[in-house]
Every structure is written in structure tokens, then in C-alpha cells.
């Protein structure tokens, strides 16, 4: 915790075992999902009411149909999500885990296409749905640098034109993963191999419904790693868990590393 940090609320239990778990461990794989950035103003995608799914219709945003139906606004829905980013701040949940990786290696495997662990001064060893900020050519896959796919930049509109790959002319599309799309291959290696380096996992803010990434953990579960899980909700990772710490990511981080300092 850093020192602008408030206090942990009183009342947020950590078990003893789990805290053990963290401070033993040489190495900690943290998996991510939009609840680990809630805190920072950015909605969720299932939340009853908040999510993004209950507003807007994935299938005429978030896959290759979509995009091929109507690119302009498929990239307009996407600069507006990296404006709403580039907004927002880390929570003290992003700001715990940076912090936790003082005394150990902490390696965080995210679904989360924003940078806020980053900002925090995490490692993200994977973005495994890809990011907001690596826009990149539809055709030959040549990464996109021109200021015209900025978001500081871009005019809240339904609708704008994706910019033009100066290599091979083709659409730029945004730089994530749609329904539909494996994932990075690169990326998918990195994170297996961070989950099997793990001595323990904690899993922060996803429903663990979306294959094959909620797939990790469940695999760290079966090689009889433990797993730590912080939702104030149930999710479909809850019964893989060693311990399911049932509060938000900004209250229960920074409560887990103060109880790892205190030992
Ligand atoms: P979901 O919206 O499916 O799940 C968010 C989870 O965060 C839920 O389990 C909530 O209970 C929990 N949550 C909400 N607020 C929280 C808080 N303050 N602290 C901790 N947890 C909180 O989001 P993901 O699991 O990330 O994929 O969704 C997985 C993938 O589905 C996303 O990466 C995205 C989406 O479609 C693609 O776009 C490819």
C-alpha cells in the first residue's frame, strides 16, 4: 500500500490461510476481469443493470460479422470505450497488487482490454482479449501508430471511419479479441505459462463464463494450486477456490496486503 492509500475498511476478514498462501509464495499469478476495474468508473459487461451486454448488443459490436457489417461504428464503440479509459484512474485494488509484487514476482494475466494495471506499475505478463491501445491492420496485422486512431483525439460520434494501414491500404481495426476469434497466441502461452510458475492464484472480478481464458484457473485448481477469489458476487470460478473473499477489488487488495505486511 502506498502511503495516499486509506486504511483497509475494519471488517474485511482475510483468512489466515490465504494470506499465508500470498506471503509463502515466490511467485503470484493474479487473473483479472472488468470487476477489477469497476471502482475505476469503467462498467462491467454482465452486471445486472451497469454491464456494457445490457446496453449494447455484442453481436453488433464485439464480432467479426459486426465489424464486416459496419466497421465505422464497430471502431467509433471502441474509441469511445479507450476515451472512458484513458479517464479513469487505477483503484487501490490495481494499486495493492503493484505493491504485493515488492517481496514477490506478481504476474498479472488479464482479460481486461484497458491499461490500468499498468498505470499502476503491475506487470501484465497477458492481455488475453487483446487491448484499446494496440489498434492494428485488419489484413496484414501491421500495428497502427497514426494519431488518427488517438482517442484523446476522437469526436464522440455513432459512427467514424477507421483509419488506413499505411503498409497495405486495408482497414485498421481496433486491437481486441471478438466473440468468435482465438486468442493471441502469443499471449495465450504467456499466460499458461504464468498460471503453471504459480505457487498461488488469485482471481479478482470476472464471471469466469468466457472460454477458454476462465479455463486457466480451473486448470491452476486441478494441479492442486490454490485460489484465491475476490467478487462480491458468486462466480463459475467460486467452486474451483480454495478461499472466495466475497468484497470488491479495491477494498479487498489493499486488505490482503496489509495482512501479508503485518506477518
Ligand atoms: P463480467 O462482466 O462477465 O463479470 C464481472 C465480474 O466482476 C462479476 O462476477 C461481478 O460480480 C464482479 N464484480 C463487479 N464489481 C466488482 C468489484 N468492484 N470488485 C470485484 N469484482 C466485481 O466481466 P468479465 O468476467 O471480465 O470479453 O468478462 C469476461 C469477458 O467477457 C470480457 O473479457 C469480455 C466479455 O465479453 C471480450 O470482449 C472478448
Redesign the pocket.
Known sequence: MTDHDPAPPPGIEIPSAAVEAVRDAEWVTVF?????S??SGLA????TDT?L?EQYD?MAL?TPQAWHDDPALVWAWYQWRARKVLAAQPNA?HRALADLAADRAVMVVT???DDLHERAGSDVISH??GSLFAPRCSHCGHPYHGTDADPTDAVEQLRVEPPTCPICLSTVRPG????GEPLPADQWSSAEKAFAASDVVIV???????RP?AGLPERAADAGIGVIE????P?ALTRYATHSIR????V?LPALLAAVRQG
Open positions: 483479472t476481469g472488468a470487476g477489477m469497476a471502482e462491467t459487461f454482465r452486471d454491464g451486454w455484442p464485439a485494488g482479460q481486461n482490454v488475453l482479449h481486441v479479441v471478438w466473440f479478482v472480478g470476472t464471471s469466469g463464463i468466457v481464458a475476490f467478487n462480491p458476487e462466480s468484497t470488491s477489488a479495491a479487498g
